[in-house]
């Protein structure tokens, strides 16, 4: 017995001593979590004076930064005299043009940012500085964004955090918050519908109804800190950090060069602004919904291209409409439908380049894709015919083969029957 407790102590020993260790680690990394002697804190919670907007998961609390931190002063006393200390470099609310540099203490020092987060980039203020958002505000114009206006004051948290003013779906919102007052924007001449426009754009329903966080939002487009509206020099690229192909086909054509000796912008001038559609075939050709009319007239070049490789895209869709319809018979009638299924992607991926080939404004590149298109569409259609005719094969066999067996069994029933009356009759 005695050697039993032996062995179970030698064993039981290491492992309480390693739970002991856990649970004291766990108890420590809690401790690191909060701030450090934050009598600030304290006491604004006991006559229930914290900030509106305070909230106990803000990013800075679990880097152990206190009230003090910001706002100076010494967070160690509970003498509201000496806490609030010029002396202790107590400072008390920022002034609003001085926001940017406060947070720039941290932020723009790479020793200090590099303890948080290796990666992150540390020239926030001097982008925010080159936006309009910044210049305005050195001028002295009180109601531009500053950093609290984006990331709020008390409750900042990071961007990958759903509750974050700045996480992706909540952009949009947090933008229209000065964007969205129509009384502030009528200062600047500038639009207050952005968010409406936005909402129902094929960008907008992607991220705020289909919860896509791969589509662009208000800072894809116009930047974060160093936000500006893009001009036209740089419209296609930043349109063509999503849409590359897009992007290189359209700035090596005679259009591109156009565009530019006309003032016109890029993508927007065809696409819109923050109420981009969904591209569809209707935008090209002479067609009252096209955007081609805008610029070109009967007889015009412009005119002519744009009509061809309209008539190239919709000849390519009947073809795929054809050959899915009879797809879709082939699935009903249960036949073999894979292989028709991969042609029919490949012809959806054609349909897909021959609207980007659009781009290079050349009737001849988008008809030689289309008529690829056409090819595989029509060999799915033959598929699809020959899986149809063998649905009609079987059901006909079937049918034979029925008839034959009823036949075969009718005739043995009457054969019994006139044995079975030869032999009543013996």
Same mark, same amino acid.
């Given at each position: ?21 856990? =649970? ?21 919670? /006991?006559?229930?004076?914290? *900030? ?21 002063? $010494?967070?160690?006393?509970? &003498? ?10 107590? #400072? ?8 940017? @540099? ?8 790479? $020793? ?5 987060? *290796?990666?992150?980039?540390? !020239? ?21 964004? /500053? ?41 600047? +001449?500038?639009?207050? +519908? =952005? ?6 754009? #094929? ?16 800072? $894809? ?32 054509? @005679? ?12 993508? /927007? =001038? ?20 096209? =955007? ?7 007889? !015009? ?19 795929? /409409? ?13 036949? +073999? !439908?894979?292989? %028709?299924?991969?042609?029919?992607? $490949? ?10 080939? %659009?781009?290079?404004? &050349? ?10 298109? %056409? ?31 009823? %036949? ?19």
């Amino acid at each position: 017995m005695k050697k039993r407790f032996f062995y179970l102590a030698i064993y039981a020993l290491p492992l309480l001593f390693l739970l002991g260790f856990t =649970q004291k680690e766990k108890k420590d990394i809690k401790k690191e979590a909060l701030p450090k002697e934050d009598q600030c804190y304290t006491c604004h919670k /006991e006559v229930e004076i914290l *900030p509106k907007d305070f909230s106990q998961n803000d990013a800075h609390r679990y880097a152990n930064l206190s009230c003090s931190s910001c706002h100076g002063g $010494d967070p160690t006393s509970a &003498d509201e005299t000496i806490a609030k200390s010029s002396s202790k470099g107590f #400072v008390g609310v920022p002034k609003r043009q001085d926001i940017p @540099k406060l947070c720039g203490k941290c932020h723009s020092n790479i $020793d200090i940012m590099r303890v948080y987060q *290796p990666r992150i980039a540390t !020239d926030q203020v001097a982008q925010y500085y080159t936006s309009v958002h910044g210049k305005k505000l050195l001028s002295g114009d009180q109601n531009v964004a /500053e950093c609290s206006s984006c990331h709020s004051s008390h409750n900042i948290l990071p961007a990958k955090d759903p509750r974050s003013t700045v996480y992706a779906l909540n952009i949009p919102n947090t933008c229209n918050k000065c964007h969205g007052n129509k009384e502030l924007m009528k200062k600047y +001449n500038i639009p207050s +519908n =952005q968010l409406e426009e936005y909402s129902k754009s #094929v960008h907008g329903e992607a991220l705020l109804k289909n919860k896509d966080l791969g589509a662009p939002s208000c800072n $894809d487009c116009h930047g974060n800190h160093g936000a500006m509206p893009p001009g036209i020099a740089s419209i296609s690229h930043v349109c063509g950090t999503c849409h590359t192909s897009n992007m290189e086909y359209f700035t090596t054509t @005679k259009m591109a060069k156009s565009f530019e000796e006309m003032n016109f912008h890029a993508c /927007e =001038q065809c696409h819109g602004y923050h109420a981009v559609q969904k591209p569809s075939t209707a935008m090209i050709g002479v067609n009252k919904e096209s =955007q081609c009319i805008e610029c070109h007239t009967p007889g !015009d070049e412009g005119y002519a291209v744009s009509k061809k490789i309209k008539e190239s895209l919709v000849k390519l869709n009947n073809y795929y /409409e054809s050959a899915n319809a009879n797809f879709l018979e082939v699935r009903q009638k249960g036949m +073999n !439908d894979v292989e %028709i299924g991969f042609l029919l992607q $490949d012809v959806k991926q054609t349909i897909i380049q021959s609207r980007t080939l %659009i781009h290079t404004f &050349d009737s001849t590149k988008v008809s030689a894709k289309t008529e690829e298109g %056409i090819n595989i569409a029509v060999k799915a259609s033959l598929l699809a015919k020959k899986e149809i005719d063998e649905y009609y094969t079987r059901r006909n066999g079937f049918a034979a083969a029925t008839v034959v067996f009823l %036949i075969i069994v009718i005739t043995l029933y009457l054969k019994i029957k006139e044995k079975e009356k030869k032999t009543n009759q013996k």
